[in-house]
């Protein structure tokens, strides 16, 4: 399967791939990528000083643009709503120590109320001083940072699907 963030990234040095089940209908889970606008939703001691990432969804954050600031060091650089959003490493000071890294966010219905979230990253490694290390370590850092970005998007997803039902707004979910 071909991602968007296949178009802005070749040739790489690594491929990772993370995907989560989640019990919710893709607009709401679509709705929670958009959040990644604010934060980066991982282990926010790590990689959002310390501030908790919103548990609530933040009105206007689902107007996504072209060239908008993603997690703070990516730029959106292309999106389809409710299907998948893809990202570009965006300051030379991460770059120095990443390389450059083309990211897709890619949601998959399954039933309209669950849906597969399925992240790809292409990673170019840092041809100088840090390359070997990064090289290693980029794909453990990542590893350990993503599965917590998406598993915790599926939790805030899901709450909210099952809050919306339970006080009777099923329809709101579809939107």
């Known amino acids: 399967m071909s991602f968007p963030c296949d ?3 070749f040739p790489f040095d690594g491929a990772y791939f993370r995907a989560v089940e989640v019990q919710a209908p893709t607009p709401l889970v679509f709705r929670w990528l958009c959040q990644l ?26 107007n996504l643009k072209v060239g908008q600031s993603v997690m703070t060091i990516f730029q959106l650089v292309e999106f389809e709503a409710n299907r998948q959003v893809t990202i570009l490493l965006a300051t030379d000071r991460a770059r120095a120590v990443f390389g450059e890294i083309a990211g897709s966010y ?5 039933t309209e109320d669950r849906c597969r979230l399925v ?3 292409l990673v170019r490694n840092p041809k100088k001083g840090v390359w070997s290390l990064m090289q290693w370590l980029l794909p453990w850092g990542d ?5 917590k970005q998406v598993f915790t998007l599926k939790h805030l ?19």
């Not at 890619?106 to 399954?110: D, E, G, K, T, W």
């Not at 590893?143 to 599965?147: E, K, Q, Y």
């Not at 997803?157 to 939107?175: F, I, N, S, T, Y």
């Open 143 to 147: 590893l350990f940072m993503m599965r």
């Open 37 to 62: 606008r604010v934060a980066p939703y991982s282990y926010d001691w790590i990689d959002n000083f310390g501030h908790q990432s919103p548990r609530q969804l933040i009105p206007g954050m689902e």
């Open 106 to 110: 890619v949601i998959l219905p399954q």
């Open 7 to 9: 178009r802005y990234l």
């Open 157 to 175: 997803a899901e709450r909210q699907a099952r809050d919306m039902v339970r006080k009777g707004h099923p329809g709101l979910l579809h939107k």
């Open 119 to 121: 992240v790809k990253l």
